[in-house]
C-alpha cells in the first residue's frame, strides 16, 4: 500500500510540473533572477555597476545621479533581439520616479545616442508623483507621446504592475495589471503620421524597425525589473 501511495504522489507530482511547464510554454527568461546575463549597455559590451541583482529582481541604484541619468547605470538592451514577440514582466518605480520599457530597439550609436530615438515605449513612471504625468501621453502605460493608455490601471509607486507587451505582424498591444491598455497598428500610414506628430519626428528611422533589442531605461531614478519573459512568436 506504501509503495502504491508513493508511486501516485509521484504521478500527481509529474503533472503538477508539466502543467507549470505548459504555462510558460514557448516562453524564455530575459532575466534569470541572479545574474545580468543577457543585457549590455546600449553600445557597448558591458553593463553599468548601478544595475544590480538583489532578491530576484534586476534594480536601477539611482542614488549616484549623473544628469537626468546614473552614473555607472545607462540604458539597458537584451543581447538577441527580436520580430514578432510576447513580452511580459512586472515593474515599480519609485517615488516620483520615471523609467520605460523601450522595443525593437536598433543598435547604432552613430546614428542614435539613446535607444529612445530608435524604438517604441511603454511608460514606466509613478503617475502620482513625476511631473511627466501632467503630459498627454507620458503616463505610466502609455504608448510614449503616441497614444494615451485606457483604462488607467497602473498601481502605486512602490507596488509590483504587470506588463505584457505583443507585437504580432504589426498588431501592438500592451496590457497593464491585466487589463488591455493600448492597441495599434505599426508601420501603416497613420502610424507614421502619429510619429510626425510627435517629439520623435527629429530621429529619422524612428518606428520603423521591425526587429530589435529590448531596452529598460535608466531616467535618474530608483526602478526595479523582475520575472522578464519572451516568447518569439
Not at 16 to 31: E, I, N, R, Y
Not at 113 to 140: C, F, S
Request: charged residues 20%.
Amino acid at each position: 500500500m506504501k509503495k502504491i501511495l508513493t508511486i501516485a504522489a509521484l504521478s500527481i507530482a509529474t503533472l503538477a510540473c508539466k502543467s507549470q511547464q505548459k504555462s510558460t510554454d514557448g516562453f524564455v527568461p530575459l532575466f534569470d533572477g541572479k545574474t545580468t546575463q543577457g543585457w549590455h549597455n546600449y553600445g557597448k559590451t558591458t553593463i553599468g555597476k548601478s544595475w544590480i541583482v538583489e532578491d530576484g529582481t534586476l534594480h536601477l541604484d539611482a542614488s549616484n545621479k549623473s544628469g537626468w541619468q546614473t552614473k555607472d547605470g545607462g540604458d539597458i538592451i537584451s543581447t538577441e533581439s527580436y520580430g514578432n514577440f510576447h513580452l511580459k514582466l512586472e515593474w515599480k518605480i519609485a517615488k516620483n520616479g520615471n523609467s520605460g520599457i523601450i522595443f525593437y530597439v536598433h543598435e547604432d550609436t552613430a546614428k542614435y545616442k539613446y535607444p529612445w530615438m530608435t524604438g517604441p515605449e511603454m511608460q514606466v513612471l509613478d503617475n502620482a508623483g513625476h511631473p511627466d504625468a501632467k503630459i498627454i501621453k507620458h503616463r505610466a502605460g502609455d504608448l510614449y507621446d503616441l497614444i494615451t493608455s485606457s483604462p488607467e490601471t497602473v498601481k502605486p509607486a512602490g507596488e509590483w504592475n504587470q506588463v505584457e507587451i505583443i507585437s504580432l505582424n504589426g498588431k501592438l498591444e500592451f496590457y497593464l495589471n491585466g487589463k488591455l491598455v493600448v492597441s495599434t497598428t505599426l508601420w501603416t500610414a497613420q502610424w507614421f503620421d502619429m510619429i510626425a506628430k510627435s517629439k520623435f519626428k527629429e530621429f529619422p528611422g524612428f518606428g520603423t524597425y521591425k526587429q530589435g533589442h529590448i531596452c529598460l531605461q535608466d531616467h535618474g531614478d530608483d526602478v526595479w525589473y523582475r520575472n522578464i519573459m519572451i516568447k518569439r512568436l
